[in-house]
């Protein structure tokens, strides 16, 4: 009897228990959705109606220079943009630019993480030089590479061409020599991210592998292909995910080094699309431009996630 009355009261006092429980747990649910709630309405309202108005926008012809045309037009803009040879030519630009500047940045910020990583002394002064370039605006670095490094006759890069026996050259009136400039520049300012990121990776890698992979006689090279590359992997394909967004959304120090110029040489997407929004004032066209970019972007990263998670 004494049996069954405890437990009478255990189950008795256990469900008022479960119940408070649960109004507590709804209460710190509650708490924390509304800290939750600014911070998401605020990214909602940074990001995600921007990414919608722009949308809508391309859905529309909105041409400031001719306002009484403007008007909805639904994909005519995309059918336009689909016959446009310049956008085409603008995409090329954006690819050729992203793919060389990011695989110049991992092959160079790799070599550059396996000489520090092999430095006894200076390694804390090398990370604090090699780091400054990222500080900078890319419109100021713009500014410099322009004025101090590719100018003619007095720029550091020509006098060394001109030492070099290259002769004088114009690095931003002619089509190649601008485009390789515009891809030096962005690889010189990021570089020092792919170092970074790939310097504390291999900070992280287990030394007893290599003390068994040299027992074993394996070489520099068998080590570094066999061991460091396979480990490194996730490492570079973030950095080369985050790289190509970065890349193919570039914009200050191409606008301030040649501006697209000379002719197209240097016009890629996010440069056709502002010119086309602010310089000819087709509001609508542009907006579809943005969105082409947009939409180039989540594929290539999309492929790059995809190859992330595969083995």
């Known amino acids: 009897m004494a049996t069954t009355a405890v437990t009478s009261v255990d189950i008795a006092s256990e469900a008022p228990r479960s119940d408070f429980g649960r109004v507590l747990a709804q209460r710190e649910r509650r708490f924390a959705a509304a800290l939750l709630a600014p911070a998401f309405l605020a990214l909602l309202a940074t990001t995600t109606f921007p990414l919608l108005f722009l949308v809508y926008t391309s859905a529309f012809r909105m041409d400031l220079a001719m306002p009484f045309t403007n008007g909805f037009v639904g994909f005519e803009n995309y059918q336009v943009l689909l016959a446009d040879e310049r956008f085409w030519t603008s995409l090329l630009v954006s690819l050729v630019y992203t793919g060389s500047t990011v695989a110049l940045q991992v092959i160079i910020g790799l ?9 006894k002394r200076g390694q804390g002064w090398f990370r604090v030089i090699a780091i400054l370039p990222v500080v900078l605006s890319p419109a100021v670095v713009g500014m410099i590479w322009r004025t101090f490094m590719l100018a003619p006759e007095f720029g550091i890069v020509d006098f060394l061409a001109i030492n070099a026996g290259l002769g004088s050259k114009n690095w931003l009136g002619d089509p190649t020599l601008a485009m390789v400039s515009v891809i030096a520049i962005h690889t010189w300012q990021w570089t020092p991210f792919a170092f970074m990121v790939l310097l504390a990776s291999l900070a992280s890698l ?20 066999r061991i ?13 995910i985050m790289r190509t967004m970065v890349a193919l959304t570039a914009f200050a120090a191409i606008f301030t080094v040649t501006a697209g110029g000379p002719g197209t040489a240097t016009e ?9 929004s602010f310089t000819e004032l087709s509001i609508g066209y542009g907006s579809a431009l943005a969105v082409a970019l947009l939409i180039v972007t989540i594929i290539i990263s999309g492929i790059l996630f995809a190859m992330r998670r595969a083995k």
């Open 268 to 276: 890629i997407l996010n440069l056709y699309a502002y010119r086309k």
């Open 228 to 240: 460091t590359l396979p480990l490194l992997r996730p490492a570079i394909v973030m950095v080369i």
């Open 111 to 119: 070599a550059l993480a396996l000489l520090v990583m092999d430095m």
């Open 206 to 225: 287990p030394e007893d592998i290599y003390e068994a992979a040299r027992l074993d006689r394996a070489s520099a090279w068998q080590r570094f292909r």
